[in-house]
């Protein structure tokens, strides 16, 4: 049974730093792209970033690009997203989504397990 497990999030102020971790377990994951997408509230779930497991190679939505780095560890089962230069257009729940294959989908319906969130707020 997959499990996807979000932490790290927070409350930050504008400007600054915060890193997420998703633990995934119940698989292996090398052949998997692993994302994070982000939900505020009276919007649509939204694609953030994702990762090819083995490969490593990234692909972010335009708005987070030069600002947030999603990276994996291999020997921690564990997925990150390194968000720098926040502000408060990023407060969201954030989630981690894992999906079988290498696909470059940022639809959330391609996405097949999911974490449980973990909120980011970033204030002015």
């Known amino acids: 049974q997959v499990q996807l497990v979000e932490s790290g999030g927070g409350l930050v102020q504008a400007g600054g730093s915060l890193s997420l971790s998703c633990a995934a377990s119940?698989?292996?994951?090398?052949?998997?792209?692993m994302a994070w997408f982000r939900q505020a509230p009276g919007t649509e779930r939204e694609f953030v970033a994702s990762?090819?497991?083995?490969?490593?190679?990234?692909f972010y939505v335009d708005s987070v690009k030069g600002r947030f780095s999603i990276s994996r560890d291999n020997n921690k089962n564990t997925v990150y997203l390194q968000m720098n230069s926040l502000k408060p257009e990023d407060t969201a729940v954030y989630y981690c989504?894992?999906?079988?294959?290498?696909?470059?989908?940022?639809?959330?319906?391609?996405?097949?397990?999911w974490g449980q969130g973990t909120q980011v707020t970033v204030s002015s």
């Open positions: 119940g698989r292996t994951f090398s052949s998997y792209t």
């Open positions: 990762i090819w497991w083995s490969a490593g190679r990234t």
């Open positions: 989504a894992a999906n079988p294959g290498f696909q470059r989908y940022t639809e959330r319906t391609k996405y097949t397990y």
